[in-house]
């Protein structure tokens, strides 16, 4: 089983950055690949980034392309999401998720992970 807990939400001005962090416990097999999703109210839960954290790959959604960083800490267990350059539509509930699975595929499909935090709210007004 994996324990997944966000942290780092809160309030920021347009342009403004923000940092989440994900600490995850429990067995490592079950997180091949991570991921940042966000859910905005009335919307459907969207992947923003994922990382394989075996080979550090990452890839972005377009829309945060340029702006948002996904890395990882292997020796904190942490995956992190820098946010940069943030605009009023990045608003939302962000959720940090894990499957054993590997990265390849529509790593943005929600069903993929079984595995999820308790989100972290981002306001960006």
């Known amino acids: 089983h994996v324990q997944l807990v966000e942290s780092g939400g809160g309030l920021v001005q347009p342009g403004g950055s923000l940092r989440l962090s994900c600490a995850a416990s429990?067995?490592?097999?079950?997180?091949?690949?991570m991921a940042w999703f966000r859910q905005a109210p009335g919307k459907e839960r969207e992947g923003v980034a994922r990382?394989?954290?075996?080979?550090?790959?990452?890839y972005y959604a377009d829309s945060v392309t340029g702006r948002f960083t996904i890395s990882q800490d292997n020796a904190k267990n942490t995956v992190y999401l820098q946010m940069n350059s943030l605009k009023p539509e990045d608003t939302a509930m962000y959720y940090c998720?894990?499957?054993?699975?590997?990265?390849?595929?529509?790593?943005?499909?929600?069903?993929?992970?079984?595995?999820w935090g308790q989100g972290t709210q981002v306001t960006v007004s």
């Open positions: 429990g067995c490592t097999y079950n997180r091949n690949c």
């Open positions: 998720a894990a499957t054993p699975w590997s990265c390849g595929g529509n790593w943005a499909d929600k069903d993929k992970y079984g595995h």
């Open positions: 990382i394989a954290t075996g080979s550090g790959n990452t």
